[in-house]
């Protein structure tokens, strides 16, 4: 399967600066990846879906103006948490589909805000 | 709208015993299923999934899962875990021609000597 790499794995920031986090398909062209967000303890919660060259898809309740995706190639999606507070703290994965219904997760990126 | 229920929070299992995680779905056709497992700070591995045919699937590490449409159940077993099997575990549904996976709030598995 496709093989996802997240970068970087922890950060730590300061309230009201903005944070980026790259999600890379390795070694398989990626047209869509999927962003998700993990509370502590709890469930994976889909944010958006990221199309490559063209705009995200957010679900309902996201702030896609918080939450900035960028698709611009293949094989890279970055996350981007704009103007970061401490509620923003959580840890957050993308994954890739290769159309076969699977996907693949990256390996997460911890996300502390002070 | 689909949706995935598992019903235990926190399973503890001493080494060499058996292990069932439960798995609830609601979806109108046949959904596509999967179990992840989740180690602490660490994204998810695929253990197993079912799309369509023999019911009892096999997965990696010595797990496997049955489909049992009449009760909408998915749940995942081994005869015998390991301490390094302690983790928290997700199921998810999904549907042919979307990728969009919906996750229960995961199970996490202790293992006891």
């Known amino acids: 399967g496709a093989v996802v790499s997240q970068h970087p794995s922890r950060v730590i920031c300061k309230s009201g600066t903005s944070v980026k986090i790259e999600c890379r398909s390795l070694?398989?062209?990626?047209?869509?990846m999927f962003w998700y967000r993990q509370f502590p303890k709890q469930s994976l919660m889909l944010m958006a879906t990221?199309?490559?060259?063209?705009?995200?898809?957010?679900e309902q309740g996201v702030e896609k103006d918080k939450f900035l995706i960028n698709h611009a190639s293949l094989t890279l999606s970055t996350l981007t948490v704009t103007s970061a507070h401490p509620e923003d703290s959580s840890f957050y994965i993308c994954?890739?589909?290769?159309?076969?219904?699977?996907?693949?997760f990256g390996e997460g990126s911890r996300l502390t805000v002070l | 709208a689909q949706s995935v229920t598992q019903p235990d929070i926190h399973i503890t299992v001493s080494e060499g015993a058996s292990l069932e995680l439960r798995c609830n779905y609601s979806?109108?056709?046949?959904?596509?299923l999967f179990w992840y497992v989740q180690s602490p700070g660490q994204g998810l591995q695929l253990l197993l999934k079912?799309?369509?045919?023999?019911?009892l699937v096999q997965g990696i590490k010595g797990f496997e899962a049955e489909f049992k449409r009449s009760q909408s159940s998915f749940n995942l077993r081994k005869p015998s875990v390991h301490w390094s099997d302690a983790a928290e575990y997700f199921c998810?549904?999904?549907?042919?021609?979307?990728?969009?996976?919906?996750f229960g709030t995961g199970t996490r598995l202790t293992i006891i000597p």
């Open positions: 979806y109108g056709a046949t959904p596509y």
């Open positions: 994954s890739v589909g290769e159309n076969t219904g699977e996907l693949f």
């Open positions: 079912y799309f369509s045919g023999d019911t």
């Open positions: 998810a549904v999904g549907h042919p021609g979307n990728e969009k996976l919906t």
């Open positions: 070694d398989f062209q990626a047209t869509t």
């Open positions: 990221s199309n490559e060259g063209s705009k995200a898809t957010y």
